[in-house]
């Protein structure tokens, strides 16, 4: 099912190609990451639960949240300061393995066998979500924050270290402030996280 | 319940070689202002990109 009526049109289809393998006319719609409009109920745009497979998935304590379901998750993206109609409004994105039931989410899209790289798979900035499969080489990255935005990490192979810092004072000038860690945790396959 | 990363939220990732995730996120944090922190001067500056596709 083609989510966007705009890359129906083969030019738009094929200028969005190197961005989003589901504009590919023709193209095979398996391996395929699409998002869909989600609900905008608080509930899971709170950013402290998810949404999975037909009921809500709670953290607890200082646990990473976990899910098992392979094929799909609903994960919370808030943004703001957008003009127009949904201006400062929540928006939910889902991820689906694609058409395939048969394939878990991590075989279909983020195999060992797929290229390694950053991958925009979809952005619809009607709905305002995006999707990232990040598959690069070994990082450390330094402390930084993603500015207005609330979005979700899903691990799918190997692990990340996460370190959450508190940024002390309320001096927001750059070059102010100093900052410490507050918390640390690993996100194992299956294991997601909000950023 | 666990610490949210909201907004402005301060945060690092650490992955190994092959390690493959999915983030999705209301906007393309490309086009936004964020800060990114040295520890040693502990001094945050604007950041565009740290983590570059190669």
């Not at chain 1, 400062?88 to 899209?109: D, E, M, N, Q, V």
């Not at chain 1, 979005?151 to 692990?159: E, F, K, N």
């Not at chain 1, 270290?161 to 002390?168: I, N």
């Not at chain 2, 939220?9 to 393309?28: K, L, M, Q, S, Y």
Request: proline share 6%; charged share 30%; net charge positive.
């Amino acid at each position: 099912m083609r989510t966007s009526g705009r890359h129906a049109d083969p030019a738009v289809a094929r200028r969005c190609s190197k961005a989003c393998r589901s504009a590919v006319p023709g193209g095979s719609r398996k391996s395929r990451t699409r998002l869909v409009p989600g609900s905008d109920d608080a509930s899971y745009i709170t950013g402290a639960e998810l949404y999975v497979d037909g009921g809500f998935w709670r953290s607890e304590g200082d646990q990473a949240m976990t899910y098992h379901s392979m094929r799909s998750a609903r994960i919370a993206a808030r943004t703001k300061g957008r003009s127009g109609p949904g201006a400062g409004a929540r928006r939910c994105g889902k991820i689906s393995s694609g058409c395939s039931p048969r394939l878990p989410f991590s075989t279909a899209t983020c195999s060992r066998r797929r290229p390694g790289g950053t991958r925009f798979t979809r952005t619809r900035s009607s709905i305002l979500s995006c999707s990232r499969i990040s598959i690069r080489r070994a990082t450390k990255s330094p402390p930084h924050d993603h500015g207005g935005v609330l979005g979700g990490v899903r691990q799918a192979t190997h692990y990340t270290d996460m370190t959450e810092w508190r940024r002390h004072g309320s001096d927001e000038r750059p070059g102010a402030g100093r900052i410490e860690v507050v918390r640390q945790y690993r996100l194992e396959p299956g294991h997601a996280g909000h950023l | 319940m666990p610490a949210t990363y909201d907004i402005r939220a301060i945060h690092n990732i650490e992955f190994p070689d092959g390690a493959r995730f999915v983030r999705v996120t209301g906007t393309d944090l490309e086009r936004i202002p964020a800060l990114k922190f040295d520890v040693a001067k502990a001094s945050p500056r604007s950041r565009k990109r740290f983590d570059r596709p190669r």
